[in-house]
């Protein structure tokens, strides 16, 4: 991280195949419109069970990103 | 919730009633701008006293809304 | 609380109307099957909101209650 | 709050009737005695379950009031 | 999540595979004699560790079910 | 811990004579019903206090036992 | 807990025996001022050492007593 | 704080002479594309070592601002 | 920190100039009633913006004194 | 876990290819070191993004392992 | 606490007659290798159940000691 | 961070003229054993009184550095 100001946002992502699947897919859709993301962190990792089973991987990130100058 | 991704947003709600007023302000205040809001969470429930009354009761709320396809 | 042991459960009450209906929805479902019940503390304060509205109060609670000697 | 020196106190005030009301009864007494209280937070939310319903709310405060010159 | 009661249970599940597989043997157990379950949410991920390696990925998560009415 | 899945249950157990008794107490009166408990952890420690001395010492574990196949 | 409002203070007490004897130094000294004292809770267990051996067991608590009407 | 809504976002500020600059610099950022901030608050404290001195400090805060009637 | 009782104050200190004087200022506002003063701890650390600049830093620390014998 | 003592050490693994990968790495680095390693926690779980794509997942986890005698 | 640097190890101590003894013996343990250990706080409190009783309890220690100059 | 492993270690410096000093004496002195020491985060911020003013201010940080290959 250089000497710029990042900004933090907070995203749930969600899979129906795994937890880093489902943070992969928060990522992916943020990559449509916020340039220069840097790092994010994982805040919560939870899911939807149907019928006794996972539906979906549900987790939420905070993602960082530069502000452009 | 279904396999979308929802976005989070935090908001600061204040009310001179009570508290659960003073998150229906924040998520009233929100939807004017905001759709597809799906949930809240209180973050922190706070107010503020003058001469020893409380003059407005201020709740923080994380707000999750669904990110258009 | 004297000298007895205590099991505590964790319940997610919900309501329509307020976050304090949310805790005695819960308070009173439990008090259906479980005796003894001494205190509650509330966990987490959420909610639904559909259409830009609050549809349910849901707040987490943890109550105690003295395991019957 | 402006460049003066607050003093925060813990309090827990109670009431049969809810939440607000608990907190309410905790800086009415407060303000018996301390002077220029200007904010309340709340740290924890509990009360005491009779018969299966809850005889008081139970509320944490921590109220912070300015230290007089 | 409508307007039910939902009891939370707290469960650790394990497998030599990895922290996904943990989490979704915890609830093929627990739907064994659970039934209505709808959410869970990760609370620790941890492992045993045996001459270097994971023997067991190790995840407790807090499971939430339905009340029948 | 093996591959098995274990449930976590939280207690409170009390003694007039210190903590570590308040925790053994808990536990004996948990394998009156409960089979195969693996672990405790200590959530709370406190007491109650009578005419300024400590009338019990009460203890909040969680324990963990071990689900039969 | 009544009906009352309670404050609470928080104390460090300590005792070069155990941990549970520094609790009750606490609770002793504070019982020369304070009346109405119902209970505590332990917030952090510390120590001092001296050439590798514990000298003094530090343990910090928050005390609510009741305000006398 | 009155009866408006705030929202609160997270930034990150760094600089290579201290935190409070590094704080400064957000607000600063912020202050370019948003009106109406009231109070922020440091969240996460950090920094970046190179060849065994700071290079940067980095400072996360959450910043407070009231949305327009 | 010797085998003494000790309390702990709250107290909130601010400075328009930075973070750490804003400690010093609570501490010495505190000097001038309490006696044996022996450690701070900063709980958080925050402050109030005006058109776009921190006109207030604001912290808030426990400070821990020895009562007297 | 027996009667012996355990140290605990903090380590952050990377995988360009998951979160558990990147457990594997750091335990799998600290086993060419470190003898008796018995358990491992996640502490924070997070990840370096380049382009709008994960590029490493990084893991904080603490690792226990037994002193010898 | 002079104007030194301190490191600060984890360490679990555990011992089959309690708490305050788990505690003794991580510190007895590391007093054989680590010189100027000046204070401990205490982590984390659980122990091991066999056959419905407590066989070792189990203290996770944080332990501060001076780095010589 | 690149897809090394990193050591975390936890440290304490002390400086009787600031927040940040302390910060930079602990780093100093780690440099002189550690190599590739890449980031700092600060755990708690606290300090030493006596006669009513800071005699040092003393900060807990986290430090992670990359074990060489």
Redesign the interface.
């Known amino acids: ?16 195949n ?3 699947e489902a ?9 449509q419109t916020v340039k220069h ?6 805040i ?6 149907v019928n ?3 539906q ?3 987790v ?1 990130i ?3 990103f530069r ?1 452009e100058d």
Do not use: F
């Open positions: 991280m250089t000497a710029h100001t990042y900004k933090i946002i907070e995203l749930v992502g969600s899979s129906p795994g937890t880093d943070i992969r897919n928060a990522i992916a859709k943020a990559a993301m840097d790092w994010y962190e994982v919560e990792s939870r899911g939807h069970i006794g089973q996972i979906h991987y549900q939420t905070k993602v960082g502000i």
